[in-house]
C-alpha cells in the first residue's frame, strides 16, 4: 500500500462505513466521489480495497457488491 494511502485519517473513512451501515448508498456514493476528487483514484483504490472492505461485516460487504453491481445484475444468490 502506498505512503499515501496509509496517511489517509481515519476520520475521512469512518463516514463511509457509517454511510455502509445505514444502507445509504448516495451518501456512500458522495464520499467517494469527494475522496477520489481530494486523494485520486489510485489511492482510492488501495483505501478501499486494504482498509475499507475488509473491514466490512458479511452483511454489508453483501449489500455493497449489490449496490457497486445494480446495473448488470438482476438478482444475487446466496451460496453456503
Do not use: H
Not at 457509517?18 to 458522495?30: E, L
Not at 469527494?34 to 454489508?60: M, T
Amino acid at each position: 500500500m502506498s505512503t499515501v494511502a496509509t496517511q489517509v485519517p481515519i476520520t475521512t473513512i469512518v463516514p463511509m462505513l457509517t454511510a455502509i451501515s445505514d444502507r445509504n448508498w448516495q451518501q456512500f456514493k458522495n464520499l467517494e466521489v469527494n475522496f477520489v476528487s481530494q486523494y485520486g483514484v489510485d489511492v482510492w483504490e488501495e483505501v478501499f480495497n486494504f482498509r475499507l472492505k475488509p473491514a466490512l461485516d458479511k452483511d454489508s460487504d453483501r449489500w455493497l457488491l449489490i449496490q457497486k453491481c445494480s446495473q448488470g445484475i438482476k438478482s444475487v444468490k446466496t451460496v453456503a
